[in-house]
């Protein structure tokens, strides 16, 4: 269960409000609606449930205590990241993962 939100943006979408053009343009090429598909899933599912999701690529981030699933498709630059405590997700975020090569 998601417990909180690192961002508005992310809330607002899982939440099913409507963006702003401002907050639009922030999530560019992003498939909202997939995105919010993802964030539900979230919000339902354990650790396990989501190891048996391959689509999401559920995984810990290197280096960090931080964990992702890809945010629309495992082609999109986009990410949701979230910390688990106590079996909930705690500052869920949709990321942006930039090429810098």
């Known amino acids: 269960m998601i417990r909180s939100f690192a961002d508005i943006i992310t809330e607002k979408l899982f939440l099913g409000e409507e963006l702003s053009r ?3 343009n922030k999530l560019g090429g992003l498939n909202t609606t997939k995105a919010f598909e993802r964030l539900a899933i979230l919000n339902e599912a354990n650790e396990k449930a989501l190891r048996l999701i391959p689509v999401l690529h559920y995984h810990k981030l290197q280096g960090t205590s931080k964990y992702s699933i890809d945010a629309d498709s495992r082609k999109s630059p986009w990410r949701i990241t979230f ?17 810098t090569h």
């Open 83 to 99: 910390h688990w405590e106590n079996a909930e997700m705690q500052n869920v975020e949709l990321v942006k993962i930039e090429d």
């Open 22 to 24: 401002r907050e639009l």
